[in-house]
């Protein structure tokens, strides 16, 4: 998993290297406040296509292992084509996202009491779909933005489960259809 997520980084920074051209004010370098909340750094890049119109892509990746045999191991591309009800990079929006990445989790218990088996057990598989998204973003400067929005949808999961956080033996192996919040962010935005 190390090697590929290192050569997804290297592709990732060459693209924004690129992208950096694009003429003022029509290209925004962010980052998603709630991704870091869980240790997942991240980073996404969104271009002014028309006067109401962006495409975004976003990646993160969350390498880590905790104390106790914890881990949420994953990576995320989420590319995203948004169309704006005043101007773009300003006020509402709505639009279309798709998704794929791979997961290796387990050992945590998870909030309101969602998925049960997580603490005990480790999951390790990909998934991939797509939702809709509504949003909202503020321009805060001249080079400063800030944004909220909250994405609905499907993933088709393919996973495997295993017996205990680190090892054992595979009990499971399947796949599943989930329907519900597929994105949630606070984003910091630096516009170019």
Excluded at 32 to 39: A, C, I, K, Q, V
Excluded at 48 to 74: E, L, M
Excluded at 149 to 176: A, M, P, R
Aim: glycine share 10%; net charge positive.
């Amino acid at each position: 998993m190390a090697k590929h997520v290192t050569y997804r980084l290297r592709l990732l920074i060459v693209a924004l290297l690129v992208a950096v051209s694009a003429n003022a004010q029509q290209l925004g370098l962010k980052t998603n406040l709630l991704y870091w909340g869980t240790t997942t750094p991240n980073i996404g890049l969104e271009l002014q296509t028309g006067r109401k119109h962006t495409i975004q892509a976003f990646y993160c990746v969350n390498p880590w292992k905790f104390d106790n045999h914890k881990s949420i191991r994953h990576w995320v591309v989420q590319p995203e084509y948004r169309h704006w009800f005043c101007q773009a990079f300003n006020g509402w929006f709505v639009g279309v996202h798709a998704m794929g990445g791979q997961f290796n989790a387990g050992g945590f218990k998870m909030p309101f009491g969602l998925l049960k088996e997580f603490k005990d057990h480790r999951y390790e598989g990909w998934f991939a779909g797509g939702g809709l998204t509504a949003g909202y973003q503020w321009p805060l400067s001249k080079h400063w933005n800030l944004e909220t929005s909250l994405g609905v949808g499907y993933d088709y999961i393919h996973y495997k489960k295993f017996e205990c956080k680190t090892c054992g033996k595979q009990k499971e192996k399947g796949n599943t259809n989930y329907v519900g919040p597929t994105k949630a962010a606070i984003e910091l935005i630096y516009m170019f």
